[in-house]
């Protein structure tokens, strides 16, 4: 089942169910008038949508619309919870190198490395992102992301997967050049990770089929940086932990509400040949091969787009389609 | 005008209007259901929450019920946002000399520390807090949260303070003993600050008097530890950073959403006739003193009672009065 937020001129948006090609939406508004109402009662919401989406499917929804990427929100346009892990080796050991910090930051190895994010606000798939200044470094960041039910304190690794009630794909946006002033206060992110943005659809695991493999999302992240391949990184391949070991970690010492949002970090994987997830990599690699980074982070104008293709070559989650634009000052 | 949010069996709860005196509230769900709906529409919320307050205090409000601490809420239960300042000098100064981070951890003179918090989970004002473990070294901070309008990303210092529409209090629960481990790996604090607790009532600014000048709560935050006084450092003195400060630094790079909360770090006087805020302080002046701390942090059944009383001795948001509890746990 494919899950949507329609804008409606509220701050959270219309939930709507899509077809599995993408081409039909209805709205279901008999259910639940928003996303984060159906998690707060997934029980009962659950079998209603999945019933919808079976008439959507068969042809015999007849509010059924033609379903428009640009029309849709992020999933949780706010949500209530929002962390961020950092699980694929390949990324956390480039970005040391990128931000000389081979001896400040170190990743464990009995735990995953995970942030405390601003959910507030999540930026709609195809909605520019907004910032201020092109020096702040800006870059995105491709990763997954679930969605949770509601997860207890001290839920263990083995047993935590099972809240995860939605799968979507995420851009990070970073701003690059405030991060190590931010991290080496060790404070930790702050100003330097603005609000992420969605794809349009989040999506049930049994929707991937046997993409959905421990917990994790067995497929490519197809990154396209102003029209051309950027990288095409598995997010099934070089993860240290799985979404149920970062929700357990998540739960150590506190609890988790329903509509809870957990991030993989930016995938990455060690065969070069697949590219990056991000700029900050690439420039990364460029510095270990020619001793300086090449590639500017972007420029206002600058679009990225974030897809993820089943065997089949279908869109699983529609694309994230960004373009970064400056803010509008005021007078 | 004194807001605070009713137990209803509801995630978000009822949102009730309360009297000066703390004796009566009156639910106001004819104007908004929840504080966040309030606060979505504060231009129109307002005004009828105003007539009803003066209703209330007239006796012209025919469903007005006994007000009973014990029944409420966190104002927000769960929140959008929950972003926390570091802004009483002493407390940076003291905390450096407790966890030997003299040399690591900064604290600039031209812009606030700020972290990002969760803002799930919120404890109502007399619920316990419940944990895991006493040697995670379980430690309350005493503190004044003020809760916002939307603001606008860029918004300036002298701007910012207009979109505060109420102040409370806060207890931001600390896991002493888990914090240097996580700030070490620079990504800041997630394990180490669990949900924190907010007093009964959410109190609009014109609510605190001559209190209220420059941003910041001018009264003592009385701390009493297991019923014996603890501290009552002004939350008006020794500030490096009002929050309009707070606010607008955190919208450099960034909207925020009405319902914002944020924070403003432990309160601490230089002064040491007005003790602390935190256990962790406490122990940090006897490691001065004596060499060693002395103060053990909290054990299960522990009490923390946080109240701030104005000029005339009346509590002006009620009272925080938690136990710190161990979680049972599953079989």
Known sequence: ???????????????????????????????????????????????????????LE??????????????????????????????????????????DTENKVSFPEDRPMMYQGASD???????????????????????????????????????????????????????????????SRMFGFMQSKPASACSPLAVTPDELGPAWKDWMVHLPLRVQFNGSPFGRANAGVGAAFNFSHLISHATRTRNLVAGSIIGSGTVSNADRETGSSCIAERRAMERIEHGAPRTPFMKFGDRVRIEALD?????????????????????
Chains 1, 2 share one sequence.
Not at 62 to 87: C, E, H, N
């Open 311 to 331: 065997a089949a070559g279908r869109s699983v989650f529609g694309a994230i389609d960004q373009k970064c634009s400056a803010l509008a000052r005021r007078v």
């Open 58 to 99: 068969k042809g015999s929804a007849p509010t059924a619309f033609a379903f428009d990427p640009t029309k849709m929100m992020a999933p949780l346009p706010r949500a209530y919870q929002w962390i961020d892990g950092s699980v694929f080796k390949n990324h956390g050991e480039l970005m040391k190198k990128a931000f």
């Open 121 to 183: 606000e999540f930026i709609g798939p195809t909605d520019d992102f907004v910032t201020v200044e092109e020096a702040w470094g800006i870059d995105f960041e491709a990763e997954v992301g679930v969605i949770t039910g509601e997860v207890a304190m001290q839920t263990p690794p083995d047993k935590a997967g099972a809240a995860i009630r939605l799968v979507m794909l995420m851009n990070d946006w970073s701003l690059r050049n405030l991060i190590m002033e931010e991290l």
């Open 1 to 55: 089942m494919k899950l949507g937020t329609l804008k409606d001129g509220t701050r959270d948006g219309k939930l709507v169910v899509v077809s599995r090609d993408l081409t039909k939406a209805v709205a279901a508004q008999d259910i639940a008038p928003t996303l984060q109402r159906a998690l707060d009662d997934w029980k009962s919401a659950e079998p209603a949508l999945r019933a919808l989406a079976e008439r």
